[in-house]
T-cell receptor, first 112, second 111 residues
Framework: ETGVTQSPTHLIKTRGQQVTLRCSSQSGHNTVSWYQQALGQGPQFIFQYYREEENGRGNFPPRFSGLQFPNYSSELNVNALELDDSALYLCASSLVSQSEAFFGQGTRLTVV | GIQVEQSPPDLILQEGANSTLRCNFS?????LQWFHQNPWGQLINLFYIPSGTKQNGRLSATTVATERYSLLYISSSQTTDSGVYFCAGVPSGGGADGLTFGKGTHLIIQP
């Protein structure tokens, strides 16, 4: 059984640019969620996708957007990057919405 | 949204000691989970414990859902237990379905 995998592991972008992060969910899981973790803080919920539809969103602006594909993998897109977007981005998958979540190793994004 | 308070924020212990980490929720939650974040940032699942008590080796957890708190017990600590421990839950009142995390307990086990 393959766990949750994310790519890339590290990324450096310039303020104003756009970035796409990728996540492959654990086998059999149809729900994917994304989280942002700033240094020294707990992860914060960005949004969740279930069967290719966004079905929950945290307090993040519209420049944070996502996609889920038929194989349940997912992308997180961030437009017009700001310095404060520098963080660890974590993807989690679960069998169904509101069941145990399993996390990937994260993508560390640095905006300069 | 709900508030998740973890205590203590920092804990330094000698190898072999026991510890109790606490998590309080401001409102009812579903899907209560405990995680250990390793130095590379990955969240490792410890317990999925909406209610009751579970044990896994030297670790155990208890959730009292009616009183909105959960406890994580670590016995006979080892240096590899060092790291940040998070609890998280999904608000049961509806709305966004993501986990709400506490700020974590930073545990250091000294040899």
């Amino acid at each position: 059984e393959t766990g949750v995998t994310q790519s890339p592991t590290h990324l450096i972008k310039t303020r104003g640019q756009q970035v796409t992060l990728r996540c492959s969910s654990q086998s059999g899981h149809n729900t994917v969620s994304w989280y942002q973790q700033a240094l020294g803080q707990g992860p914060q919920f960005i949004f969740q996708y279930y069967r290719e539809e966004e079905n929950g969103r945290g307090n993040f602006p519209p420049r944070f957007s996502g996609l889920q594909f038929p194989n349940y993998s997912s992308e997180l897109n961030v437009n017009a990057l700001e310095l404060d977007d520098s963080a660890l981005y974590l993807c989690a998958s679960s069998l169904v919405s509101q069941s145990e979540a399993f996390f990937g190793q994260g993508t560390r994004l640095t905006v300069v | 949204g709900i508030q998740v308070e973890q205590s203590p924020p920092d804990l330094i212990l000698q190898e072999g000691a026991n510890s109790t980490l606490r998590c309080n929720f401001s409102d009812s939650v579903n899907n209560l989970q405990w995680f250990h974040q390793n130095p590379w940032g990955q969240l490792i699942n410890l317990f999925y414990i909406p209610s009751g008590t579970k044990q896994n080796g030297r670790l155990s957890a208890t959730t009292v859902a009616t009183e909105r708190y959960s406890l994580l017990y670590i016995s006979s600590s080892q240096t590899t237990d060092s790291g940040v421990y998070f609890c998280a839950g999904v608000p049961s009142g509806g709305g966004a379905d993501g986990l709400t995390f506490g700020k974590g307990t930073h545990l250091i086990i000294q040899p």
